[in-house]
């Protein structure tokens, strides 16, 4: 049990090594100089508490009393690194816990959870894409054997109307048939963080 508890122990130390290693040559690619522009910024709502581990029970509904208070303006590169870090969020902006509160978004994210069917993070990038991800980060439930993770598209305007978001995430799913989608996910979503991200392109997708 000693033995198999120390293979765990560096199995994640290995795991975080390269995650850091990733960030950093990462962010010295996208940092705003190398980019010749302004950076692409979204508002979100994006808890101030990172996780190591998914959380349960009690935490949950203090994460979720939390994020109506954190509305942020981010750089989609600074969230991917938060969220892929354990940060929870939100991909919308809302004033309150449900849905009926929705103020706006330009975010899709799809949580593929893999319970159905099985779809890897390369399998899902060598399909065809009608709207481009711009980022993928592993969830914590996420193993070397059965991947699970979320997939974030970014959008060039903003949308108030929830309908209309709920519209633009079906639009969204509707190009993936074969992919085992949790479809419980809504643009109100707690979107829990992770531990690592796998893809990263800066992606904007028009409107539809």
Same mark, same amino acid.
């Given at each position: ?97 449900? /849905?009926?509160?929705?103020?706006? @978004?330009?975010? %899709? =994210? $799809? ?6 069917? #099985?779809? !890897? +993070? &390369? ?33 060039? /305007?903003?949308?108030?109307?929830? @309908?209309?978001? %709920? =519209? $633009? ?6 190009? #993936?048939? !074969? +992919? &085992? ?28």
């Amino acid at each position: 049990m000693e033995r198999l508890n120390e293979m765990i122990q560096n199995f994640w130390e290995e795991q975080k090594e390269m995650h850091e290693q990733f960030m950093e040559e990462w962010n010295n690619l996208f940092n705003k100089e190398d980019k010749g522009g302004e950076e692409i910024m979204v508002d979100v709502l994006l808890d101030t508490v990172a996780y190591d581990e998914k959380p349960q029970g009690a935490t949950i509904g203090a994460i979720a009393n939390r994020l109506p208070q954190n509305q942020t303006t981010i750089a989609i590169n600074d969230l991917a690194e938060a969220v892929s870090n354990g940060q929870s969020w939100k991909a919308s902006v809302l004033t309150d816990t449900n /849905n009926a509160s929705f103020v706006s @978004s330009s975010l %899709v =994210a $799809l949580d593929i959870d893999n319970k159905d069917s #099985y779809t !890897t +993070v &390369d399998e899902f990038m060598a399909l065809d894409h009608k709207y481009q991800p711009c980022f993928i980060y592993e969830t914590f439930s996420s193993t070397t054997e059965h991947e699970r993770f979320r997939v974030v598209y970014a959008f060039d /305007n903003t949308i108030t109307d929830y @309908s209309t978001m %709920v =519209a $633009l995430y079906n639009e969204v799913i509707a190009q #993936y048939p !074969t +992919v &085992d989608i949790d479809l419980s996910v809504d643009p109100g979503k707690i979107l829990f963080g992770g531990r690592t991200l796998r893809y990263f392109n800066m992606a904007i997708n028009a409107v539809p």
